[in-house]
């Protein structure tokens, strides 16, 4: 392995002495080339913002794994054994690969687990599995460097290792600042020496939650603080002419982790560097909740050309995510060569920080409002069952919304009614329908068609959807939109590349000064419930995190619940931080360090609380992923010894060393005492 990595590099070592006198004198030798890539690209981030184009990275190799330059996209996770329980792992990471994940990550907190992975990597190649694994590194050098001799990959965090988050310090002058950077410098170079000897690859794994106390001083909890973290060790790496690096930025919160992304691809063209990048939201949970989390921020990233390896982290068993991975991946790839034609100009937009889109409010959408959800009954038996089944109660003649997770509104399509719903339901139908079933009603809504619209511009009505698609826009129905304030764009694509379609619809909107809402629609005919969820948190993901939309509506097969289309709309909404509705929790994986039975552990947290909207709860196996990955919780749950648990309030540590069997109810007496706890309602 090193020998073939030897020979490749030879080649680039006379590039790379090129490229040092470039660089002598020059803070950013690419200065002038980004200049005129800003010219011709508006969106430094991403090479199209409308077509599926993947960015070009530089290629690695991982043992015999290429990554970057092209190659296809890589899937991987992480065992949860512990690392010197040999045959665990060794079958865990048999039942990864089998899954058909192309690289396994182990944790290597100390030396002697470092020591035991070629004990496991021995095993492995005998029984046929030669595929590269990675070694999980945050506090201990030694133990990095111990385990470049044995696997093909170290896994570091800038925020952890050598550069610590000791929370005692906030301020650095700006020596104390570069005596710190010097010090970084000197530390990693027996790590990239070692690495260059074994022609071992290093990821560059930056987590928001873990970011050191002297980039938080400076740059804030922020993306900038994440993607400076990651640029620092980078330019190091560079400086000492190692180019197999790999490069991740992750965090719970899918929005952080793509803005802190976007950002790094721009900051690596501001200064030449192209390097492959792996993407993943941590700590995403398991079930859908981590599905769907997973897919919005990954997706998001992977439609704009960003990301060359991924993994779903869920708090399931590791081979469990390998499926996910693959299928978003599959899903977001049949994009390619699926070209939108005469794109409008993408002005006024700032990929890097939220900013709703300005709209105009159209009874209870749009503007401010929080995104509404329309829910498809028009194949269903739409009676007081259904009604009863998604969230409504009824009282006397009246309906009401009692759950979180209840319809803003009802699609029926061309349905005739058949019972007297009369009262506080909000129903959409198809025009001519519309017009049979009561029209004057003032909660009953028509969906017209853009010939229909044009032919009934004046009807008088407080709200009118308007089902279009971007080839029948132009500067006609576009002029009689903006004239109209009771109208409501539902915007749809039977393009493979709907998310280039519904951007296109969005800009040329937006260019146009047109402020109608705009809530997305399309039909799924899955029959599987976590393809259904997978392809359309990658299909309203991108939406939501960019805050496009001002709603959303989801269609699904007869085979996919009613109950659980209206879980996925709500679910990728929250993801994207658009509209919380229920509980969310920010539960790892597990690893080697995992100090208690994640799993298990939450199910029963999740029973306990998730009746409690909008609070967020870490979930967390030990210290190393505890307060600091957690960062975005307001309380958390975390292993610091064999059936131990610490709990915390925000970053606070609030109780130590509890017993595992009391911790849960401790956790809900925590969530009672600070006043966040309600009871849970009967139904």
């Known amino acids: 392995r090193a020998g073939e990595t030897e020979r490749r590099r030879e080649g680039e070592k006379e590039r790379g002495r090129e490229g040092e006198k470039e660089r002598e004198g020059n803070r950013h030798p690419a200065k002038q080339n980004y200049n005129t890539m800003k010219k011709k690209l508006p969106l430094l981030y991403c090479d199209d913002f409308f077509n599926y184009r993947r960015i070009e990275s530089r290629e690695i190799l991982i043992g015999n794994l290429k990554l970057g330059g092209g190659a296809p996209i ?16 060794v079958e865990q990471s048999k039942r990864i690969f089998d899954a058909g994940a192309d690289l396994v990550r182990i944790t290597a907190p100390a030396i002697r687990d470092a020591k035991n992975l070629t004990i496991i990597r021995e095993k492995l190649n005998l029984q046929g599995y030669t595929a590269p694994l990675a070694a999980d590194i945050h506090y ?72 050191s106390d002297r980039i938080v001083a400076k740059y804030g909890d922020t993306p900038k603080g994440m993607v400076e973290s990651t640029m620092e060790f980078l330019r190091i790496f560079a400086k000492e002419d190692f180019h197999d690096i790999v490069l991740s930025l992750k965090s719970s919160n899918a929005r952080v982790m793509v803005f802190a992304n976007r950002l790094l691809v721009k900051q690596m063209k501001y200064e030449g560097f192209n390097y492959p990048l792996h993407l993943g939201v941590t700590e995403a949970g398991d079930g859908e909740d981590g599905r769907i989390k997973s897919a919005v921020g990954i997706a ?110 009802i699609y029926l399509g061309n349905q005739e009614l058949t019972e007297d719903i009369q009262s506080g339901i909000d129903l959409i139908f198809d025009f001519e329908s519309w017009k049979n079933n009561h029209f004057e009603n003032e909660n009953r809504y028509p969906v ?29 129905i576009i002029q009689q939109i903006k004239t109209d304030k009771n109208a409501v764009i539902l915007a749809g694509s039977e393009s493979k590349n709907r998310i280039g379609e519904l951007r296109a619809i969005i800009f040329l909107l937006k260019n146009s000064d047109c402020k109608a809402p705009i809530i997305p629609f399309h039909i799924y005919y899955d029959n599987s419930p976590e393809n259904f969820q997978l392809k359309a948190s990658c299909d309203f993901g991108p939406l939501c995190i960019d805050s496009f939309v001002d709603g959303i509506m989801i269609q699904a097969s007869p085979a996919i619940s009613e109950k659980q289309v209206l879980s996925t709309s709500f679910g ?3 993801a994207g931080r658009l509209r919380i509705s229920k509980t969310e929790y920010i539960s790892c994986p597990g690893c080697g360090r995992t100090l208690f039975a994640l799993q298990e552990t939450t199910k029963k947290i999740r029973a306990r609380t998730s009746h409690l909207k909008g609070l967020k709860i870490g979930i967390m196996g030990c210290i190393v992923n505890g307060p600091g990955e957690m960062a975005d919780a307001d309380f958390g749950y975390v292993g610091t010894g064999p059936g131990k648990i610490s709990l915390y309030r925000n970053k606070e540590l609030i109780r130590k060393n509890i017993p595992e069997s009391e911790a849960v109810e401790a956790l809900v007496q925590l969530i009672k005492d600070n006043g966040k706890w309600v009871e849970k309602l009967s139904c």
């Open 572 to 574: 990728i909404l929250q």
């Open 140 to 211: 201990n050098p030694k133990a990095a460097l111990e385990a470049a001799r044995h696997v093909e990959k170290v896994r570091i965090n800038p925020g952890n290792y050598i550069d610590k988050n000791t929370g005692d310090k906030f301020e650095f002058s700006d020596q104390e600042y570069a005596n710190e950077l010097n010090k970084i410098h000197k530390n990693l170079l027996p790590l990239i020496r070692q690495c260059k000897k074994t022609g071992t690859a290093i990821r560059i794994g930056t987590n928001h939650g873990s970011l």
């Open 448 to 476: 017209l068609t853009v010939a229909e619209y044009q032919e009934n511009i004046n009807i008088n009505n407080k709200i009118k959807f308007l089902r279009i698609k971007y080839s029948e826009l132009n500067s006609e």
């Open 74 to 89: 890589c899937v991987q996770s992480m065992t949860d054994t512990s690392t010197m329980d040999t045959l665990a792992t």
């Open 300 to 409: 998001t990233l992977l439609i704009d050309g960003i990301g060359d390896t991924i993994r779903v982290s869920l708090t399931e068993a590791p081979e469990m995510e390998i499926p996910v991975a693959k299928n978003i991946v599959e899903y977001i790839g049949q994009r390619d060569g699926i070209s939108i034609q005469d794109v409008p100009k993408v002005s006024g937009f700032d990929p890097y920080n939220y900013k709703r889109r300005a709209s105009q409010k159209v009874s209870n959408i749009g503007n401010n409002e929080v995104p509404v959800v329309i829910a498809d009954f028009s194949q269903s038996d739409f009676k007081e069952e259904l009604l009863l089944k998604t969230g409504f109660k009824k009282e006397g003649n009246k309906w009401l919304q009692k759950a979180d997770q209840t319809p803003d509104y």
